[in-house]
């Protein structure tokens, strides 16, 4: 069975930092790119970085590049988002995806606000 859990969410002040993770089961999760998305109220889900299988190939969208850095531990079967400089803009549910089999995970919250 697959299952995606990402966890690390939470309430954070402008300016502050959290780390999500996404861990993984029922799958070769070394063989997959991953991404991390994020859905906010009322807006479209949007993709904010993705990693290659390696941990090759890095990608951002515009509105994190710089401040939010993604990686993988393939022994662990897990991917990370490292997310400094938050800023209220950056609320939503973040979610992971491994896009060649769309498999999702159930998302955790983050919150930034004073």
């Known amino acids: 069975q697959v299952q995606l859990v990402e966890s690390g969410g939470g309430l954070v002040q402008p300016g502050g930092s959290l780390r999500l993770s996404c861990t993984t089961s029922?799958?070769?999760?070394?063989?997959?790119?991953i991404k991390w998305y994020r859905q906010a109220p009322g807006k479209e889900r949007e993709m904010v970085a993705l990693i290659g299988p390696a941990g090759s190939s890095p990608g951002y969208a515009d509105s994190v590049k710089g401040r939010f850095t993604i990686s993988r531990d393939n022994a662990k079967n897990t991917v990370y988002l490292q997310m400094n400089s938050l800023k209220p803009e950056d609320t939503a549910v973040y979610l992971c995806n491994v896009p060649s089999r769309n498999y999702w995970g159930q998302g955790t919250q983050v919150t930034v606000s004073s």
């Open positions: 029922g799958f070769t999760f070394s063989e997959y790119a």
